[in-house]
């Protein structure tokens, strides 16, 4: 068993995750271990100390007990969600994913990419703030016309291009 609690982004949460050794007879024939991870947040500012919501997911690993440790297990779970908030989020409400009307051929997967590649694009070029990163380069996305700027005139219009096929 593994517990751990942290204080971030104005709440208080609490992780617990259990491992039990599994043997055989699941669906799973090379699982060696089943984790329980249970998470409990709750708003700092809050009066209360009740925790605001409890979510329970369930998960196999094919590692065995001396090659993962609940506490390496935990952190590998907690990592799993950098990627859903880094880049998932980011899709899903910056660029309004969810809404988007393309369904047909391949263009779902091509504009899944190239919406891809602006995150990408934007990281590199040290933007933390999406959101902010895209305004910047739809309100000025040329600011300069020198040679040395043609790479990011570039990325201007490819941010540009994907940010304007967003359903309004």
Known sequence: ????????????????????????????????????????????????????????????TSLATDQARPAELAAWARGHWTVETRLHWVRDVTLDEDRSQVRTGNAPRTMVSLRNLVISMLRTNGVTNIARGLRYHAWDPIPHHTPTHLLKADFADAVLWVADTRVP
């Open 1 to 60: 068993m593994h517990s751990r609690t942290d204080r971030a982004h104005g709440r208080v949460e609490q992780r617990t995750l259990k491992v039990v050794t599994i043997r055989t007879g699941i669906a799973f024939p090379h699982a060696r271990q089943a984790l329980q991870i249970t998470r409990k947040p709750r708003r700092i500012n809050a009066n209360s100390t009740k925790w605001t919501t409890v979510e329970t997911v369930y998960a196999v």
